[in-house]
């Protein structure tokens, strides 16, 4: 309405500025015909009578036309004007118009242009057309001007442009009306629809949206409703895809990392955070680089991003002490999208290799002095020393020796075997830890080994749940530790209760144990020092480690270097 407004301004305006034009040239064409037919010969001079009833003559037209009327003659002059007396004038020859009139170059002239008198304080809407002589030859003897103030056409104007707002008003009041009216009737509908939209956008699927009228919200209604059924299906299968493939991947032993093309991290599951000791927390959201500062991982997974193939390499981490094969695997066909780690532990295999190796070592090391003895004393017998009976008895008393102390050893290992597989379990009955504990002692006691054994038991007797035979080796095994270590000093044995246990305690005063052996005491073969020949096997602490375990106990050392060591296990109370 506004446009077609200004249009309508526009457009009435040149309207009638157009037709006030028109009625002013039909009103000079009045005054030349009129002045034509008094038959007055312009610029032929008029008598002061006659010049008189001329001017009167024109103000009297321009009092009928409601205009300024003035006759200009064929030299430019002002022959007569119904506002102003002609000698106030100038020549009228310096406008074009007239100049065009006079010179018969147009048969009217019609515009918009100053007053006769040449100021600028008012333009005004002018008709000029030419005066013919009604004798003779009937030229051109002057031109006939009628003009009207551009003022005066303004009020005129305003008065249909206020119509033309009005208008506009009501109509746009009618609009905004009707326009009111028919939103009432569909919003309903049309919230019902938002709301439902919104709720689906909270995650709220199971709404359904209900059109309040049967328009074309009605349609759209049906649609989201279809689409949250179809949303909430698929949201459905995706939940329980993702809840198996999450169990799969916390319940893998192999750590699983998926790593983007932008070296960021965006899954990570269990065994890889325990595997490379990062929080998923902190590493997934973050770079490679940043979350692991492993070079060796961090270079597997850029190789394969640059190449888009699969790369593998094993890989040690020392912080954590892990052996690790890395597999680095393309996703999307071609390395762009990303890769999958897969994290294998190798740390158990590597460690059961260790131990065997060491173990084929120590049983190696352990059997080659007996077997390097026993051999030099057959040969030393094959080369004559059978025919000397003395040495002969001493050389088979040695060879006795040696064959006990390496079937001692087959026999603590056999025995080892069947604890670590669980094949030879311990009966566990109730009995007398005091009375045990003090049979073990008495027997070392008597002994001349410069040790003097002590044990403080308990004022009641302590009763316990175990294998007397299992019992009595571990006790016989730290009291033959404890004696190996301690030259010249004391050995005291002591039992304390606990809640649900009896912890036997075994100190010595010996030389104690450098700590960086203690990780290892109770490994097998492992002996604290190597060039001592004590004759020991270095299984025994080894044997008591399972058969305590075996008890549902726990064995421990305590320490302190040159001033003895204490060994402690704790078993069932009854």
Request: hydrophobic share 45%; no cysteine; proline share 2%.
């Amino acid at each position: 309405m506004g446009i077609v407004s200004l249009y309508l301004v526009s457009f009435v305006r040149d309207t009638y500025v157009a037709n006030l034009q028109a009625s002013l040239d039909k009103q000079a064409r009045f005054v030349s015909d009129s002045v034509s037919e008094k038959g007055a010969i312009i610029p032929i001079a008029f008598t002061e009578q006659a010049e008189v009833e001329f001017q009167a003559f024109i103000s009297s037209i321009g009092q009928i036309t409601s205009a300024r009327v003035t006759v200009i003659g064929a030299d430019g002059r002002v022959i007569a004007d119904s506002l102003q007396s002609p000698s106030q004038l100038p020549s009228q020859l310096g406008r074009s118009e007239v100049r065009a009139v006079l010179s018969q170059d147009s048969a009217s002239s019609v515009g918009i242009g100053s007053p006769l008198d040449g100021s600028f304080a008012e333009e005004m809407l002018y008709a000029v057309v030419p005066i013919t002589s009604s004798v003779g030859t009937g030229g051109v003897v002057g031109a006939a001007r009628v003009a009207v103030p551009s003022s005066q056409v303004q009020p005129d104007v305003n008065r249909i442009i206020v119509s033309i707002a009005v208008a506009a008003v009501l109509v746009g009041l009618l609009s905004v009306g009707a326009g009111y009216f028919l939103f009432r009737h569909t919003s309903r509908s049309v919230r019902a629809v938002a709301e439902g939209a919104n709720r689906f956008a909270q995650g709220d699927l199971g709404h359904r949206v209900a059109a309040a009228s049967s328009d074309e919200t009605q349609e759209l209604a049906v649609a989201f409703n279809s689409m949250a059924d179809t949303i909430r299906s698929m949201l459905s299968d995706m939940s329980a895809e993702s809840s198996k493939l999450t169990a799969m991947l916390d319940t893998m032993e192999d750590g699983v990392m998926v790593i983007e093309a932008d070296g960021r991290i965006t899954l990570m599951n269990s065994a890889a955070e325990w595997m490379l000791g990062v929080g998923a927390g902190d590493a997934v959201g973050a770079r490679l680089v940043e979350a692991l500062r492993d070079h060796e991982i961090q270079q597997v997974a850029a190789l394969s991003l640059s190449s888009g193939r699969l790369q593998q390499a094993e890989v040690e981490l020392l912080t954590q002490r892990r052996f690790l094969n890395a597999i680095a695997t393309p996703l999307g066909g071609g390395g762009t999208s990303g890769i999958l780690l897969t994290l294998h532990d190798l740390t158990a295999d590597r460690q059961v290799e260790n131990t065997l190796r060491e173990f084929v070592t120590n049983v190696s090391h352990e059997l080659r002095s007996p077997l390097a003895s026993v051999k030099a004393m057959v040969e030393t017998l094959d080369d004559g020393a059978l025919e000397d009976g003395r040495a002969a008895r001493d050389f088979l008393s040695r060879i006795n020796r040696e064959v006990d102390r390496m079937n001692a050893m087959v026999e603590d290992l056999l025995e080892l075997s069947r604890l670590e597989s669980g094949q030879q379990l311990p009966s566990l009955t109730p009995l007398n830890l005091s009375e045990l504990v003090s049979e073990v002692v008495s027997e070392y006691r008597d002994r001349e080994n410069g040790v003097d054994f002590r044990a403080f038991l308990p004022q009641s007797p302590a009763i316990a749940l175990g294998d007397y035979g299992k019992l009595r080796q571990v006790l016989v095994n730290l009291l033959d530790n404890a004696l190996k270590n301690t030259e010249a000093g004391s050995v005291e044995v002591s039992i304390e209760a606990g809640e649900g246990m009896h912890f036997v305690r075994v100190r010595d005063t010996g030389a104690g144990i450098a700590h960086e052996h203690l990780p290892h005491v109770f490994e097998r073969f492992y002996k604290v020092d190597r060039a001592r020949r004590d004759g020991g096997s270095g299984l025994g602490l080894a044997i008591v480690r399972q058969i305590v375990q075996a008890h549902g106990g726990e064995v421990r050392v305590e320490t302190e270097e040159g001033r003895g060591s204490t060994f402690s296990f704790s078993v069932l109370r009854h």
